[in-house]
């Protein structure tokens, strides 16, 4: 049986640091500095986070932001800005692709990966489905979006799971393009998203969607699992990576990975 | 110099290009959005190729089909990012 190792390790008030240990602890497992498939479940006090392919300023109302006091993050995966609250909670999963049951193109590796989060929701009670590649969806409302990656042998997803967030604060600072709201037949984004506890009525505290996610993904991957602290090579990459997402040419000016590769250069080799 | 911008939701992502002209070259092209596409980095190659190219549609089509060829695309299509592409480069000629 294969072990998935579980990472609790999460830095709220410093949203520059969780997303540079994100592409750390990636990065770690691609290049067989940690031994074992990870699961990191964490979350942001207060931040946008835009993906790699957005400029913030075309993503973001920058004045509603600085209203709140949220920063600006960009992460190293494609897709849309999310807003992160500690009512929500993220789930990221990087695993070798020798796990997956055949030979996987990119579509099915969402399909695959998403199916742990899918499980995590059936058993605190939300029947939720996999829809339009990477959204997952309960009724008609979306309640988690997720990013992937790949390089070579190692797979990587994560996901922004709509626990209790503040979704007017949400909807106040993410600039949705007209097109896009047409497109799903809705004007605010407030309209097509929700939350766990909107849907079932109670709280939910984070023990809970830990523990569900953790065995989600338990189920999935037929896996031992284990809960453990990040390794020193992750921390390290994280501690390098530092410098580019606080950096204004990360993001806010859209700069490609490849300009900040020399920070890492002698870990990864 | 003109400047032309274009937009276009595909099935999963809004697409956006930029595109600065000079004479009859690209001096630019900035494609930006909420796609998703493996590898990341051929974006970054696609607009490195088409800078300074020649600002006609078809060569710029030849360019992105050339660039894109073994890109996955996560709910959108080379032809999106031909179409997205053409048209901000049609834009800037016509400014």
Not at chain 1, 62 to 74: F, P, Q, S, T
Not at chain 1, 111 to 134: D, H, P, Q, W, Y
Not at chain 1, 189 to 215: C, F, H, M, P, Q
Not at chain 1, 222 to 239: C, H, I
Request: aromatic share 10%.
């Amino acid at each position: 049986m294969s072990r998935l190792r579980i990472l609790l390790y999460e830095t709220p008030d410093d949203p520059y640091r969780n997303l540079a240990f994100e592409e750390a602890f990636f990065l770690a497992r691609h290049y067989d500095l940690t031994k074992d498939d990870t699961l990191r479940i964490w979350r942001n006090a207060n931040a946008v986070i835009v993906g790699y392919f957005q400029y913030a300023k075309e993503e973001v109302r920058m004045d509603a932001l600085e209203r709140i006091g949220a920063k600006v993050v960009r992460r190293f995966t494609g897709g849309g800005a999310v807003y992160h609250d500690l009512g929500n909670i993220n789930y990221a999963i990087t695993v070798k692709k020798e796990i997956l049951p055949e030979e996987t193109l990119v579509d099915s590796l969402y399909k695959f990966l998403l199916s742990g989060a899918i499980n995590a929701l059936r058993k605190i009670g939300v029947e939720a489905r996999i829809e339009n590649v990477n959204d997952i969806v309960a009724g008609d409302r979306k309640i988690s979006g997720c990013a992937a990656k790949y390089m070579k042998n190692t797979l990587f997803l994560h996901g922004a799971l709509l626990v209790s967030t503040d979704l007017s604060k949400l909807a106040s600072v993410l600039k949705i393009s007209k097109k896009k709201l047409a497109d799903k037949g809705v004007a605010s984004v407030k309209y097509r998203v929700t939350t766990l506890t909107n849907l079932l009525g109670r709280s939910i505290g984070y023990d809970e969607i830990v523990n569900a996610l953790v065995e989600g993904y338990r189920e999935l991957l037929n896996a031992d699992v284990y809960f453990d602290l990040p390794s020193r090579e992750e921390l390290l990459l994280a501690q390098r990576l530092y410098k580019k997402y606080t950096s204004d040419e990360w993001n806010f000016e859209r700069a490609p990975s490849w300009k900040f590769k020399r920070l890492i250069e002698d870990i990864i080799g | 110099m003109g400047e032309g911008y274009y937009e276009y939701k595909a099935k999963k992502g809004l697409i956006k290009a930029k595109a600065m002209v000079f004479g009859n070259r690209i001096e630019s092209i900035i494609i930006s959005g909420d796609f998703m596409i493996h590898p990341e980095e051929s974006i970054w190659e696609l607009e490195k190729a088409l800078k300074g190219s020649i600002a006609d549609p078809n060569v710029v089509e030849q360019v992105v089909r050339e660039k894109l060829n073994n890109v996955e695309f996560i709910g959108s299509s080379v032809d999106d990012f031909v179409h997205v592409i053409k048209k901000a480069v049609e834009v800037a000629l016509n400014e």
